[in-house]
Structures are given as C-alpha cells and as structure tokens.
C-alpha cells in the first residue's frame, strides 16, 4: 500500500506567510497613524509659520512708516534750527523736534525688534514643515519598501521637528 502524501510543507508555508502578513499589517497602521500625526503637524506648523510671517511683514512696514516719520521730524527740526539762527524761531522749537524724533526712533527701533523675533519664530516653524515633509516621504518610502529602520528614521526626524516646533512658539 502507498503512503498518501499530505502536503505539509506548503501549508506551514502559507501559515508562515499569513502570520508574518498579519504581523504587517499591525505594523502598517502604526506607520499610518504616525504618518497621518505627522501630516497634521505639517499643517499646524505651516499656517502658524505664515502668521508669523505675516505679522514679521506688517511690523516691518509699521517700522518703515516711523522712519520715515523720523526723517520727517529731523527735516522739521533742520528748518527750525535754521529759523533760529535768522531769528524767526526759538530754540525751544528745535528742542521739541529732536525729542519726538527720538521718541519716534526708539518705537522704529522697537518694532523692528518684534519684526526679528516674529520672523525668527517663522523660520523655526517652517523649519519644522520641511523635516516633517521629509518624515513623511520616508514614512511612504518605509512602507513601500516594508522596511521598518526608515519608518523608525522618519520617527526620529519626526521628533527633531517637533522640537522645531515647540522652539517657533519661544
């Protein structure tokens, strides 16, 4: 009588296969759900990052505007200098001048100050955008490839830029 032959062999196999799709399929969700994390904070990073340098643009512009008003006063204060010396002003009005021109220096000087530090804060935060762009290609790259050490590297500069992140807020 012949042995009948049952094949084993192919079916540990296919057991072998389903367990290891099983496992990756677990590990698929968790690079999903990270990579989806990262796409939000891509975006928070990114209109935060246009604020601040929308509101860089306009502190400048504010800043412009009182040097020119600056300039404005010390013409003001030239022609009362020169009054002075005809005889048709006194010198209490030049002194008024040169006083609200540097008033008017220090606020120039202040909201150029603010402009530095909104645009500092935006290239922080756009930093971030970028290193969570770049954590999100190597996430996408991580499952294409099945390879787990690049969606472990797009963790980490994940990490780097949330650091990014939390820096554009101080």
């Known amino acids: 009588?012949?042995?009948?032959?049952?094949?084993?062999?192919?079916?540990?196999?296919?057991?072998?296969?389903?367990?290891?799709?099983?496992?990756?399929?677990?590990?698929f969700k968790y690079v999903a759900i990270s990579t989806a994390l990262m796409a939000v904070f891509a975006a928070v990073s990114g209109l935060i990052a246009g604020h601040y340098s929308n509101e860089a643009l306009i502190q400048q512009v504010q800043a412009s505007d009182q040097w020119s008003y600056y300039q404005a006063k010390g013409i003001k204060a030239e022609i009362k200098a020169l009054q002075v010396t005809g005889g048709l002003a006194s010198e209490s009005a030049v002194s008024k001048y040169k006083k609200e021109q540097e008033e008017i220096r220090q606020e120039a000087q202040k909201l150029q100050h603010?402009?530095?530090?909104?645009?500092?804060?935006?290239?922080?935060?756009?930093?971030?955008?970028t290193l969570f762009q770049i954590a999100i290609a190597i996430s996408a790259i991580s499952m294409l490839t099945r390879k787990k050490s690049l969606w472990i590297a797009s963790m980490i500069i994940s990490m780097v830029a949330v650091l990014f992140f939390t820096a554009g807020f101080f």
């Open 1 to 27: 009588m012949d042995e009948i032959e049952i094949p084993t062999e192919h079916l540990h196999e296919t057991i072998q296969e389903k367990a290891r799709e099983s496992r990756e399929s677990g590990w």
């Open 114 to 129: 603010e402009s530095k530090i909104l645009l500092d804060k935006h290239v922080k935060l756009a930093g971030a955008v």
